[in-house]
């Protein structure tokens, strides 16, 4: 059986292919964030704002949740994108049968490790009592659901690491349909409440990953993993862990700072958290084509690095730099004008005050958002030639922002210096991941072969 391509992306213009890769990586992201939006909204419409702080206060868990394990999928594919690129056919099925072994297990480990903390680590972040019940049970139930949202990126990712985004997106779409149909249902219709939300998710999880196992049986050969392909080695383990699990890593350390910032948030009152947390849903979707931009050059830098390609990973960056660049203005300006009609969506006409405190939110952020979309490009850029100290690093300083704003910015400015967290997070990041690039792009201009760049 021949290695049939996906999507090659070491021929052709590094413009199109990365703008033509990345639009439906924008659909599917944007997808994926409308699982929480749901959420949100229908939390905050049909249970109130009470209801809404308690999902809310548990975002920064969620986001340390699933950022780690889209930032582990995502990294585990890497491996399977450069063998792809090298024209592997044995090697990318090799890399599939570790990624799904290395996601499951670390998987399950976080559900295990995590559901016993869940109650302590709301409490120590100053939960308000009259929300704590509710937060704990919805997150309980989407901390047991790990192992689901681990196995359907991972199988999603592998797809993206073929050079193919339009069918994840499809995918998401599908288990972003069965979400909603089946959200309503929990809530009001089973008379769950809060966590019905959480068990709608769930459900539409099981059903994703079975359509997408299915298609990938049917459809995507170089995925057909054979019986000989599960023999794992520890070398091979190694080498899709170490890029895996550090972008997981990394990701975790970005929420450990949401975390921190929460916990100072939660002192200031259920109106505050309720206006936080409907703007950051808005903010997710908005900054989803930055993340899409810098997810394609994870993709288009491991092909490229696979193929020895090197010097169109330059040119890839800069084509990604206009683009990204372009739809972070775009979303700035949407933010700024229309922010406060999508936060009183959430909430209703009657809490003005929260309409305006998430307004404020989004305007802060919009202004940044040019500094982000560099953030990602070279952040996953770096990641796609397989560095990982960097990007860690990185990780770190937004980590350290996020502490300095939850320890001196909201105790002096309040709920306005929580706005500040993440503009701060984004600039304490950038400027490693921008030195760290300028340097590796003179070794990919001179370098006549990859391990000039290892």
């Known amino acids: 059986m021949a290695l049939e391509a996906t999507k090659d992306m070491t021929e052709g213009k590094p413009w199109r292919l990365i703008l033509f890769f ?11 964030q409308m699982y929480a939006f749901v959420d949100t909204f229908l939390v905050g419409r049909f249970l109130g704002v009470k209801a809404l702080a308690a999902v809310g206060c548990t975002g920064c868990l969620m986001f340390l949740m699933i950022g780690f394990v ?29 990624c799904i072994v ?30 704590l019940d509710d937060a704990v049970s919805f997150i309980s139930i989407i901390c047991a659901g790990v192992p689901l949202m681990s196995l359907f990126a991972m199988q999603t990712n592998l797809i993206r690491a073929l050079g193919d985004s339009r069918i994840p997106t499809i995918m998401l779409s599908v288990g972003l349909v069965i979400n909603i149909i089946f959200e309503p249902i929990f809530i009001l219709g089973f008379g769950l409440g809060v966590p019905g939300a959480a068990l709608a998710t769930a459900a539409s999880q099981v059903l994703a990953n079975l359509i997408c196992f299915f298609y990938i049986r049917r459809h995507i050969s170089p995925l057909w993993i054979r019986k000989e392909d599960w023999k794992l080695t520890k070398h091979e383990l190694w080498a899709h862990a170490k890029i895996g699990y550090t972008m997981g890593f990394q990701s975790s350390v970005v929420a450990l700072g949401a975390i921190i910032l929460q916990g100072a948030l939660n002192g200031l009152g259920a109106q505050s958290i309720a206006a936080y947390a409907a703007a950051q849903r808005v903010d997710a979707v908005a900054v989803m084509p930055m993340i899409s931009f810098g997810m394609a ?9 696979g193929a020895r390609r090197l010097s169109r990973i330059r040119e890839g960056v800069r084509s990604c730099i206009l683009m990204s660049g372009t739809f972070s203005v775009l979303a700035a300006i949407f933010n700024i004008l229309c922010g406060g009609f999508v936060i009183e969506g959430f909430v209703g006409a009657g809490e003005p005050e929260v309409i305006a405190m998430g307004r404020t939110f989004l305007v802060v952020n919009g202004l940044c958002y040019f500094v982000l979309s560099l953030l990602f490009i070279f952040r996953f850029t770096l990641q796609g030639l397989g560095q990982t100290v960097v990007p860690t690093f990185a990780g770190i300083m937004e980590l350290l922002m996020r502490a300095v704003a939850a320890m001196f910015l909201i105790e002096r400015f309040g709920y306005l210096g929580a706005c500040f967290a993440n503009p701060m997070a984004w600039v304490g990041a950038c400027v490693p991941l921008l030195i760290a690039y300028w340097i590796v792009r003179e070794t990919l201009h001179d370098a006549p072969s990859a391990s000039k760049v290892q």
């Open 22 to 32: 990345a639009l439906p990586l924008i659909a599917g992201n944007m997808m994926q």
């Open 70 to 98: 889209m930032g582990m999928t995502t990294g585990l594919a890497i491996k399977t994108g450069q063998a792809f690129g090298a024209k592997d056919e044995e090697g990318v099925r090799r890399s599939a049968a570790h």
């Open 102 to 131: 290395l996601s499951l297990a670390m998987a399950a480990g976080m559900t295990l490790f995590g559901l016993p903390l869940i109650r302590p680590v709301l409490t120590l972040l100053d939960t308000p009592p009259e929300i």
């Open 297 to 305: 050059m994870t993709t288009y830098t491991a092909q490229n690095f």
